[in-house]
């Protein structure tokens, strides 16, 4: 492995998925200003994800749509066919 390409600020970090809010508690060097208690007792920050493994449909293996801000309803009007 090459010497000095990867960050020392490792710290520990909560993602939690806002699909279905689902937390889990990782090593990160992703920013935050928000905070959260984890089950130890102690605070930790929190990263927001809109999609995780626990959410997305391949992992899932559901086919269940995520709709954040009305995104696929906004792409299907822009490109719904004109019937007249």
Do not use: C
Not at 24 to 46: H, K, M
Request: aromatic letters at 10%; charged letters at 30%.
């Amino acid at each position: 492995m090459k010497q000095g390409i990867h960050p020392n600020s490792y710290r520990k970090v909560i993602f939690k998925d806002m699909s279905n809010g689902t937390t889990f508690l990782s090593r990160s060097t992703a920013q935050s200003s928000e905070t959260i208690v984890w089950e130890d007792g102690q605070e930790y920050p929190v990263v927001k994800l809109e999609i995780s493994n626990t959410s997305h449909p391949f992992y899932t293996g559901k086919n269940v749509l995520v709709d954040t801000a009305g995104r696929i309803d906004k792409f299907k009007k822009r490109y719904e066919k004109k019937t007249k």
